[in-house]
């Protein structure tokens, strides 16, 4: 059983920042592909980032590209998505995932987070 919390959501300005964070348990974390959807009132869960095993590969959603960063810390058990310049359409409950071995842009994740909350106001 993998177990994922995320942290770091809240409410901020249009144009401003947040960093959420997404902390998990067990000894295997370097063997999960990590991914960052995102669902709205009214909408389907989206993908927004993921990040391969080993930090090398990322995949953003062209909604988010240029804004968003995805990063790792294996040693930490820890995956990171920096927000900048942020707009009311990123408004969201944002999901932390975990997937064996191979990256998607899909929810075909195997492990999900309980999701934080980011609002941004206009």
């Known amino acids: 059983q993998v177990q994922l919390v995320e942290s770091g959501g809240g409410l901020v300005q249009a144009g401003g920042s947040l960093r959420l964070s997404c902390a998990a348990s067990?000894?295997?974390?370097?063997?999960?592909?990590m991914g960052w959807f995102r669902q709205a009132p009214g909408k389907e869960r989206e993908f927004v980032a993921a990040v391969s095993r080993s930090g090398e590969g990322t995949y953003y959603a062209d909604s988010v590209k240029g804004r968003f960063t995805i990063s790792r810390d294996n040693a930490k058990n820890t995956v990171y998505l920096q927000m900048n310049s942020l707009k009311p359409e990123d408004t969201a409950v944002y999901y932390c995932a975990a997937r064996r071995l191979i990256i998607s842009t899909i929810t075909d994740y195997d492990y999900w987070g309980q999701g934080t909350q980011v609002t941004v106001s206009s």
């Open positions: 067990g000894r295997t974390f370097s063997t999960y592909a």
